[in-house]
């Protein structure tokens, strides 16, 4: 039966395979439950058949019986009537309902299997999804925490290769800059403060020399 290969496929699915392998888990989940529900709604239907299949049967096959308890009383009334030729006629239908009673009874056995079946398949896979339901908010939740987590990573390792790294040399390139440049302010001042004085000194030894110069002459 094609219905009981599928939901034995959805009954030996493992769910979390099955999220583990797909490139949308949510979306999963959400197909393999509305799958089962699908199923579960068709096995609901086919139990109801089969039950009603077997109520048939069993009607068909206690009339048979009765048939044939009907035709022995029939074949021991025309004994007591002395025709023996409606008596064997009677007797030939009972053995024809007897005959009959019994693939009555092997398609009644039968039926009752298959909806033992069914009805077995109907509880597995009601506590499958059941199961699934159950399951399918964790696992999505922990999907959802596996990819955050993976994209947390990724945006640590890209800033970590191309954005920190980077800023930190810059950083580190405008301080140094900036240490020379006050390095060269202060040597630039320092030389001119040396000019000023040695300008001065050379000042002083002018007017000393010509104030000699002056009292030589006088």
Known sequence: MALMERVGTLLRANLNDLIDRAEDPEKMVKQVILDMENQLMQVKTQ????????????????????????Y????????????????????????????RLES????????????E????????????????RA??????????RARAAAKAAEAH??????????????????????????????????????EQFSAMEKHDEIERLLADLKKEKA
């Open 47 to 70: 139990v109801a058949i089969s039950i009603a299949d077997l109520h048939l049967l069993e009607k068909k096959r206690d009339e048979c019986i009765q048939e044939g308890r009907d």
């Open 72 to 99: 022995v009383r029939r074949a021991e009334m025309a004994v007591a009537k002395q025709n023996d030729a409606l008596a064997r006629t009677a007797i030939e239908r009972s053995l024809d309902a007897k005959k």
């Open 104 to 115: 009555y009874e092997q398609q009644v056995a039968d039926q009752k299997v298959q909806v």
């Open 117 to 132: 079946n069914l009805k077995s398949a109907l509880a597995k896979l009601n506590g499958k999804l059941a199961d699934a």
């Open 135 to 144: 399951k399918s908010d964790v696992l999505i939740a922990k999907h959802h």
């Open 157 to 194: 390792t890209n800033l970590d290769a191309n954005g920190a790294s980077t800023a930190w040399d810059r950083m580190k390139q405008k301080v140094n800059h900036a240490e020379a440049v006050g390095r060269a302010h202060a040597d630039l001042l320092g030389d001119n403060v040396e």
